[in-house]
C-alpha cells in the first residue's frame, strides 16, 4: 500500500489553474509536511520561466526533455529558504497538455532526486532513519484532467516507483499548531593558524558545523524536567536527566563571531502531535534560519564585489532581517529575508516570483527590527571561548531560547537557559 497525501483545496485549484500558455509542460514544487501516517500537501509553486524563455514565445514547444534540472533545483534551493520549521519541499508537479510515456516518468524521477540532493547540501542537520524517505512527483494531464502520483526513495537511488493516494481536503491549511522562539546566538568560531588564512565564509560555515551538534544534541525539558519524546506534545510522563555544555580557553590567531537575536518559527499539523515533532521542528528551524542569512550575506558580498579584508582589522556585516508572510487563506506563514536598503516591493516581489502567488505589502512581517544579528571577524586574537561537553563548566555562556506553541485551547510558553542553547523549558497555560 503506497502512501497517502492529504492536499489542501486550494492547491487542487491552483493546479487547474496553471496555463500551459503553449507550452509542452509546466513543473513546479510540492511544499508542506511528511508525517508517520500520511503526508500533508499545502502549497503548489510553479518554477519561474527563464527570462529568456520569457523574451521568446514564439519558440517552437520545448520537450518534456529540455526541461531544465539545474534551474528547477535553484528554484527549489530558493523555496526551501522560506519554508519555516516543519515544512518542506514534499517533490515536485509536471502539467503536460498529453499523456506520457514511461521517458516521462524516469524524467520526474530524475528532478525529485536532483532536487533533493541540492537541498540536502546546504542543510546543518539530517534526516533521521525513523523519517519517511520518500517523495513525490504528480503528473497532471491538462486535456483529460487525469493524475499519476507516484513516491520513489531518496534514500535509494535505483527505488522504483510506487503509486500514492492524492486526496484533497477542504480546511487542511486551518489545522496547524505554531510554534515561535526567539534566539539570542552567541557563536564565536576560534580561528587556528591554519584557518585564520581561510574566507570568511569557510570559516564561518565550519563553526556553524559544530555550533549545529550543540543545538542537535540539547536536552530540551517540559516545566523544568525532561518530557518523554514520544508522549503527545500535552501530555506524558517526566524523566530526571541533566546535560551542560562548558566554555574552556582556546589559543587562536583570530575569531568569527555571530552574534544577535534571531526570530524562528515552525508549525506541526494538529494530528496528535507527539513532543519529538515539537522540538525536531524548532530545532531545524534555529539551525535553518541561522545558515540561510549566512549564505545569503555571502552570496550578497559576492553579488556587489564586496572584497574580504586582508589586513589584522575587523570586519563588520550585518545579517538579513526575516520577514514573514501567510499563505492566502491558511494560518501558515512562509519567510524571506531583507537586507536594510531592500525595500517592502522588492520582497513582495520576490515572494510573488518565488511562489507564483500574490502577496500584499500589508501582509509582510518584519520579525527583527532591533538587536538584529551580524557577523564580525578579526585575526591576532589573543584567546577566545570554544564549547565542549566534557566537562562543568566554571563559567557557562548563557543564551535565551523563547517558544511559544499556539493553538486555540490555549498557548505553551516554553524558557531556557543553557549553553548555546543547551535545552528548552515547556510550560503549559490552560484557558
Not at 485549484?13 to 511544499?31: A, C, D
Not at 543545538?215 to 536527566?241: A, F, H, T, W
Not at 525536531?280 to 552570496?299: G, H, P, S, W
Request: glycine fraction near 4%.
Amino acid at each position: 500500500m503506497g502512501r497517502t497525501y492529504i492536499v489542501e483545496e486550494t492547491v487542487g485549484r491552483y493546479l487547474s489553474n496553471l496555463n500551459l500558455q503553449g507550452k509542452t509542460f509546466v513543473s513546479g514544487l510540492l511544499i508542506g509536511q511528511c508525517s508517520s501516517q500520511k503526508d500533508y500537501v499545502i502549497l503548489a509553486t510553479r518554477t519561474p520561466p527563464k527570462e529568456e524563455q520569457n523574451e521568446s514565445p514564439k519558440h517552437p514547444k520545448a520537450k518534456l526533455d529540455d526541461l531544465d534540472e539545474e534551474w528547477a533545483t535553484e528554484h527549489a534551493n530558493q523555496v526551501s529558504r522560506m519554508l519555516p520549521g516543519g515544512l518542506l519541499v514534499l517533490g515536485v508537479f509536471i502539467i503536460t497538455s498529453l499523456e506520457m510515456g514511461n521517458e516521462f516518468q524516469n524524467t520526474l524521477r530524475r528532478l525529485v532526486f536532483a532536487v533533493e540532493k541540492s537541498m540536502n547540501k546546504k542543510r546543518l542537520w539530517n534526516f533521521t532513519e525513523e523519517e519517511v524517505s520518500e517523495r513525490v512527483t504528480l503528473h497532471i494531464c491538462s486535456s483529460t484532467k487525469k493524475i499519476l502520483c507516484r513516491t520513489y526513495d531518496i534514500h535509494d537511488p535505483k527505488s522504483s516507483a510506487k503509486p500514492a493516494d492524492w486526496k484533497y481536503q477542504n480546511g487542511l491549511s486551518a489545522s496547524w499548531l505554531s510554534l515561535e522562539c526567539t534566539v539570542y546566538i552567541n557563536i564565536h568560531v576560534p580561528l587556528s593558524t591554519t584557518s585564520v588564512s581561510y574566507t570568511l565564509e569557510k570559516n564561518t560555515k565550519s563553526g556553524l558545523a559544530r555550533w549545529a551538534k550543540q543545538i542537535e544534541n540539547g536536552i530540551y525539558l517540559i516545566n523544568g524536567q525532561v518530557k518523554d519524546e514520544d508522549y503527545d506534545l500535552l501530555e506524558g510522563q517526566v524523566l530526571n536527566s541533566d546535560h551542560r555544555s562548558t566554555a574552556t580557553v582556546q589559543i587562536c590567531s583570530g575569531s568569527v563571531n555571530l552574534k544577535g537575536a534571531v526570530k524562528c518559527r515552525a508549525y506541526i499539523h494538529s494530528n496528535k502531535p507527539k513532543v519529538k515533532d515539537a522540538v525536531q521542528a524548532m530545532k531545524r528551524d534555529i539551525l535553518n534560519t541561522v545558515a540561510d542569512r549566512c549564505e545569503i550575506l555571502f552570496e550578497d558580498l559576492l553579488l556587489n564585489e564586496i572584497p574580504e579584508k586582508e589586513d589584522s582589522g575587523k570586519e563588520f556585516h550585518i545579517l538579513p532581517h526575516r520577514v514573514f508572510v501567510p499563505i492566502p487563506g491558511s494560518t501558515v506563514m512562509l519567510c524571506d529575508y531583507k537586507f536594510g536598503d531592500e525595500s517592502a516591493e522588492e520582497i513582495r516581489d520576490h515572494f510573488i516570483e518565488m511562489l507564483d502567488h500574490m502577496i500584499q505589502i500589508e501582509d509582510l512581517e518584519i520579525a527583527e527590527e532591533v538587536n538584529t544579528a551580524c557577523v564580525s571577524s578579526s585575526v591576532n586574537t589573543e584567546a577566545s571561548l570554544d564549547n565542549t561537553d566534557d566537562e562543568q563548566p566554571k563559567q557557562p555562556i548563557k543564551t535565551t531560547v523563547v517558544l511559544k506553541i499556539q493553538q486555540n485551547i490555549g498557548v505553551i510558553a516554553a524558557f531556557a537557559v543553557a549553553a548555546l542553547a543547551a535545552g528548552i523549558s515547556f510550560h503549559y497555560f490552560s484557558d
